[in-house]
C-alpha cells in the first residue's frame, strides 16, 4: 500500500513510524521549508508513552524529559487544594512526560528519517487539495512560494495538517471561524530551581486565572537549575492571534499575577525571567460527523481541535495514529480501514472537545472558588470532599483515556 501523510508534525511523524511497520511504501509531504525548533512545553500521558514505547522512543524521550510524579492543585491565595500521585508513581508501567514540543518532534523526526528513509520525508510541500479517482487519491502542492509542485498520487491519504488544515477546509468550507469562549494563554519557559517534590505538575487558581507549571528538563544550567514551562490561562473579551509562534507581550498578562507569590513558588518571579513568551487562544472547534471520504482521512488536530490543555492535544494525534496504523494492518481493504479508524476515535475524541469546555481538570478549584466566593477557605473539608475531588479527576482521566485502569491495569 502507498500511504501519503500530509503534515510532519506530531500526528504526522507517530503514523509514519507506527505505519512503517506495516508494509508499504510512506511518503510525508510537511509544508515549513526547513523543520525549526518551535514551540515550548507539552505533555504526554501514560496512554501516549505506550504507544511511544511501541514504536521503541520510551527511552529517547524519557531522556530529553521529565516525569511529574504528583499533580497538585492550588486556589490562587495559594491554599492547597487537592494532590494525587501521577505518571509512575500513581502505578502507570509507562510514564507521563513533560518535554519540550521541539524536542518531541526532533525525535520523531530522527526516527521517520531513519526508518521510512530521508527520501520519503518532503519539507516545503503545502498541501493545496486533494482528488480522488480510478481507486487512487493525489495530493496537490504548492511551493513555499505558492508555485505548483507535481502532484503526488496514492492509495491513502491521512491528513495531519493541524488546527489549519487545508485537507479538512476542502470537505467542510463552510466552518466559519474557530470557537473561542473568553480565554487566551500566554505560554513560557524560565530557568528556575526545583520547586515542591521536583517533580510537581502544578495548577494554581480557576476559570479566570490559572498558571499551570511543571518542570520539562533537570538540572538545565549545570547547576541544580531546571528549565520550567509555565502557561497562564487568563479570561479576556478577544482572542488573541491563534499562531503557536506568536511572541506575548508581558504587559498584556502580567499584572493579573503580580501578587501570587507563595512560600514555594514566586509567579511574577517566574514570569518575569521567562526565556520566551507565547501567546495562543484557547479555541476549538464543534466535532465534525465525519473525518473519512473514502481514501482520505484526517487525523490529530485537523479532525479534532481541542482545547490544549489536560495533556491532550499530542496524545490524542499520537493516539489516532496508533490506532489508524493498527487498523491498516488489519483490514485488506484501505478503505474499511479508514472507516473503522473513523468509528473508533471519532467518538472518543469528540467527548474530549466537549468535556474540555464543560469539566477541565481546574473543575475541582473551580468548584472551591465558587464556593467561598473567591476567599481563603479555614477548612477544606467544609468547602469540598476530597471523594469529590477525587471523582472530578477520575472522570477527566476515564473521558481522556488515561486513567490507570485504562492504560496499565486494563479490566477483563
Ligand atoms: C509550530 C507549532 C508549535 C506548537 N507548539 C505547541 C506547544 O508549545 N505546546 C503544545 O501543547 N502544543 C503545541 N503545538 C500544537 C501541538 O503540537 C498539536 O496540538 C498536537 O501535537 C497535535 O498534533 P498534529 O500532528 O495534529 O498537529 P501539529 O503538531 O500542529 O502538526 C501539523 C503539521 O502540519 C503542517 N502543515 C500545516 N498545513 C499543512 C499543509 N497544508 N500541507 C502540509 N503540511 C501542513 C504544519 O506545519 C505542522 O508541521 C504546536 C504546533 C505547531 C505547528
Redesign the pocket.
Given at each position: 500500500m502507498d500511504t501519503i501523510i500530509?503534515?510532519?508534525?506530531?500526528?504526522?511523524l507517530t503514523l509514519a513510524l507506527h505505519a512503517a511497520k506495516v508494509a508499504g511504501r510512506i511518503r510525508v509531504?510537511?509544508?515549513?521549508a526547513e523543520m525549526k525548533a518551535?514551540?515550548?512545553?507539552?505533555n504526554l500521558g501514560a496512554h501516549a508513552m505506550k504507544e511511544m514505547s511501541a514504536i521503541g522512543l520510551e527511552d529517547a524521550l524519557v531522556a530529553t524529559s521529565c516525569q511529574p510524579q504528583d499533580y497538585a492543585f492550588f486556589t490562587r491565595h495559594g491554599q492547597l487544594v487537592y494532590r494525587q500521585p501521577w505518571g509512575k508513581a500513581a502505578g502507570h508501567l509507562w510514564p507521563h512526560i513533560s518535554l519540550l514540543?521541539s524536542d518531541l518532534q526532533r525525535v520523531l523526526l530522527g526516527a521517520v528519517r531513519e526508518r521510512i528513509g530521508d527520501e520519503n520525508f518532503f519539507t516545503g510541500?503545502?498541501?493545496?487539495g486533494v482528488t480522488q479517482s480510478g481507486g487512487r487519491v493525489t495530493a496537490h502542492f504548492a511551493a513555499p512560494d505558492n508555485t505548483a509542485l507535481p502532484p503526488v498520487e496514492g492509495d491513502v491519504l491521512i491528513a495531519?495538517?493541524?488546527?489549519?488544515?487545508?485537507v479538512r477546509a476542502q470537505f467542510y468550507p463552510n466552518e466559519g471561524p474557530f470557537c473561542f469562549r473568553g480565554l487566551n494563554l500566554w505560554?513560557g519557559t524560565t530557568v528556575t530551581k526545583p520547586y515542591l517534590t521536583g517533580a510537581s505538575l502544578a495548577r494554581v487558581g480557576a476559570r479566570h486565572s490559572t498558571i499551570i507549571i511543571y518542570p520539562l528538563r533537570n538540572n538545565y544550567d549545570g547547576q541544580g537549575n531546571q528549565l520550567v514551562n509555565w502557561v497562564c490561562e487568563i479570561e479576556r473579551d478577544v482572542a488573541v492571534p491563534m499562531d503557536?509562534?506568536k511572541p506575548g507581550r508581558l504587559e498584556d498578562f502580567f499584572p493579573t499575577y503580580k501578587d501570587w507569590v507563595f512560600d514555594w513558588m514566586n509567579v511574577p518571579e517566574l514570569i518575569r525571567n521567562a526565556t520566551q513568551i507565547?501567546s495562543y487562544p484557547m479555541v476549538d472547534r464543534d466535532p465534525l460527523p465525519r473525518w473519512t471520504f473514502e481514501r482520505v482521512t484526517l487525523?490529530?488536530?485537523?479532525a479534532h481541535p481541542m482545547y490544549?490543555q489536560g495533556g491532550n492535544?499530542?496524545a490524542q494525534?499520537i493516539l489516532d495514529a496508533a490506532a489508524l496504523a493498527r487498523l491498516l494492518k488489519r483490514e485488506s481493504d484501505p478503505i474499511a480501514a479508514l472507516r473503522a479508524y473513523e468509528s473508533e476515535r471519532l467518538p472518543v475524541t469528540s467527548k474530549i472537545v466537549v468535556q474540555n469546555r464543560t469539566a477541565p481538570p481546574n473543575l475541582l478549584v473551580d468548584l472551591v472558588e465558587q464556593r467561598t466566593g473567591d476567599k481563603p477557605f479555614k477548612r477544606l473539608e467544609d468547602v469540598i470532599s476530597q471523594d469529590e475531588m477525587k471523582a472530578i479527576m477520575e472522570d477527566y482521566q476515564k473521558t481522556a483515556g488515561y486513567h490507570v485502569n485504562q492504560v496499565s491495569r486494563p479490566q477483563g
Open positions: 500530509i503534515g510532519g508534525g506530531i500526528g504526522g509531504f510537511e509544508a515549513a518551535l514551540g515550548v512545553g507539552i514540543r510541500h503545502r498541501c493545496t495531519c495538517d493541524g488546527v489549519h488544515s487545508a505560554r503557536w509562534n507565547l487525523l490529530g488536530d485537523a490544549p492535544g499530542g494525534a
